[in-house]
């Protein structure tokens, strides 16, 4: 992979990181805000349920960080576009879709269908 390729999708991925750390870091404050006493019921299920949708997508956004760190990993290591079940490149399109990818279409194919 050239050195442009690399800074573009490192660049790409820290970004991605900066963006989920703040919304992290808007989520907690938001969340540690001062409860709000709700007497209906109806009104403290609905609150209730955007607290858990809100805890739901910050859990996901966990998991992607984890990702995200895993592929700058990748990068620095120079394994970054390389599947690492099979060891072939994976392909640019790919790459640019979801860079932090570590399996080819053809390993990603598989591992889903043996998932189910």
């Not at 979801?98 to 399996?103: G, M, Y």
Request: proline letters at 3%; one cysteine or more.
């Amino acid at each position: 992979m050239r050195k442009r390729e690399v800074a573009r999708y490192r660049s790409v991925l820290e970004s991605q990181l900066a963006s989920l750390v703040g919304h992290g870091e808007q989520a907690v404050h938001e969340m540690s805000g001062v409860a709000e006493e709700l007497p209906d019921p109806n009104d403290r299920a609905t609150a209730e349920e955007g607290r858990n949708w809100a805890l739901r997508l910050r859990d996901r956004d966990r998991k992607l960080i984890g990702k995200i760190q895993e592929a700058l990993a990748r990068l620095d290591s120079g394994t970054f576009g390389t599947c690492t079940t099979c060891g072939k490149p994976i392909a640019a399109a790919r790459l640019r879709a979801r860079p932090v990818t570590d399996l080819c279409i053809d390993c990603k194919t598989e591992a889903e269908r043996v998932e189910r």
